[in-house]
């Protein structure tokens, strides 16, 4: 393989990946006990969604729990959230989008 060729082979591999722009924010909404992020990519598919919880309004924020993305992504709370303040961040699948999302909307889970 040619100096050019291998050049061109490694350069190809990282503007790819950089490309892809990161998924849209979910929105985060409470259903009774649960916690329910929706998408607003429906190509994001084999993503995952992280619910991520603070004691504090506005963070700092720690992942509680990672799911498969659906849309809806529901999240059982069971009263383990209570208090909490919660955002959702769904992770880009590799193929339409990389990296992370920004943050969703904050709720505050109090039962």
Do not use: K
């Not at 061109?8 to 992020?37: F, H, I, K």
Request: proline share 7%; net charge negative; charged share 15%.
């Amino acid at each position: 393989m040619g100096r050019w060729a291998q050049s061109r082979r490694r350069a190809s591999a990282g503007v790819a990946g950089e490309l892809l722009p990161p998924p849209a924010a979910p929105v985060l909404t409470c259903d009774g006990w649960n916690l329910v992020a929706v998408s607003n990519e429906p190509l994001n598919v084999g993503s995952f969604t992280q619910l991520l919880s603070s004691a504090d309004e506005g963070g700092p924020y720690s992942v509680e729990d990672i799911l498969v993305t659906n849309s809806p992504t529901q999240f059982v709370g069971n009263g383990g959230y209570d208090g909490s303040w919660l955002v959702a961040r769904e992770l880009g699948n590799g193929l339409q989008f990389s990296g992370s999302s920004p943050d969703s909307n904050e709720i505050h889970y109090v039962l």
